[in-house]
């Protein structure tokens, strides 16, 4: 799936109740699709992936098109994000790079997020160290299930994402030391705008 569109909500952590009670309006929604009527018609077959905050209060909520209609799925959810949770950041995210992680197919209940900007005349070095480098890396570590990476439509444009096995996945020896690289050391000064945060599913 190659874009998703993301909810940030700031100051709030929604419980599971409130992420089953999402996920009921879009598959009534894509019932009433069959009849060609309804707010969120064209939402289709939409999935939803919820993460709250471990340390401050938000929610990341990823809602996933339907394949078959994504530009009109996307549309119907961000109408949908737009009526349900007008307080609500939403942005579309464009899927760059995803790899399997070393612990692929084990649950993964912890999600680490980097947001970031980058100055331009380092986003080729940047780009280039994520691609070759940080992200294969840090897929590698034991624990890791899944990486990927995101181009965002506002800022901060680049958002990259872990889902961990165990929490302790991030801090363990060999992430800090794919971290601790030379390229690393030169890539990390560059940064604006960055975000880093640690989430728990929301089920």
């Given at each position: 799936?190659?874009?998703?569109?993301?909810?940030?909500?700031?100051?709030?952590?929604?419980?599971?109740?409130?992420?089953?009670?999402?996920?009921?309006?879009?598959?009534?929604?894509?019932?009433?699709?069959?009849?060609?009527?309804?707010?969120?018609?064209?939402?289709?077959a939409?999935?939803v992936?919820?993460?709250?905050?471990v340390?401050?209060?938000?929610?990341?909520v990823?809602?996933?098109?339907?394949?078959?209609?994504?530009?009109?799925?996307?549309?119907?959810l961000?109408?949908?994000?737009?009526?349900?949770?007008?307080e609500?950041d939403?942005?579309?995210?464009?899927?760059?790079?995803?790899?399997?992680?070393?612990?692929?197919?084990?649950?993964?209940?912890?999600?680490?997020?980097?947001?970031?900007?980058?100055?331009?005349?380092?986003?080729?070095?940047?780009?280039?160290?994520?691609?070759?480098?940080?992200?294969?890396?840090?897929?590698?570590?034991?624990?890791?299930?899944?990486?990927?990476?995101?181009?965002?439509?506002?800022?901060?444009?680049?958002?990259?994402?872990?889902?961990?096995?165990?929490?302790?996945?991030?801090?363990?020896?060999?992430?800090?030391?794919?971290?601790?690289?030379?390229?690393?050391?030169?890539?990390?000064?560059?940064?604006?705008?960055?975000?880093?945060?640690?989430?728990?599913?929301?089920?």
């Amino acid at each position: 799936m190659t874009e998703v569109l993301l909810l940030r909500l700031r100051g709030q952590r929604l419980d599971g109740a409130a992420v089953q009670a999402l996920r009921a309006e879009i598959a009534t929604a894509s019932g009433a699709a069959q009849g060609g009527s309804g707010a969120l018609a064209g939402a289709g077959a939409a999935q939803v992936r919820a993460y709250a905050a471990v340390e401050h209060a938000e929610t990341y909520v990823y809602l996933y098109p339907d394949e078959r209609c994504v530009e009109d799925s996307l549309a119907a959810l961000r109408a949908m994000a737009t009526r349900r949770y007008p307080e609500a950041d939403a942005r579309i995210l464009r899927l760059t790079t995803d790899r399997a992680g070393a612990s692929a197919g084990l649950p993964a209940p912890w999600h680490y997020i980097v947001e970031t900007d980058v100055l331009s005349e380092a986003e080729d070095d940047f780009n280039a160290w994520y691609e070759e480098e940080h992200l294969p890396g840090l897929a590698s570590v034991p624990g890791s299930v899944r990486a990927r990476r995101y181009l965002c439509d506002a800022a901060p444009r680049y958002h990259a994402c872990y889902d961990l096995h165990t929490r302790e996945t991030f801090g363990s020896p060999p992430w800090l030391a794919v971290r601790a690289s030379a390229w690393s050391d030169r890539v990390r000064p560059s940064f604006r705008n960055t975000k880093r945060t640690m989430f728990k599913a929301v089920e």
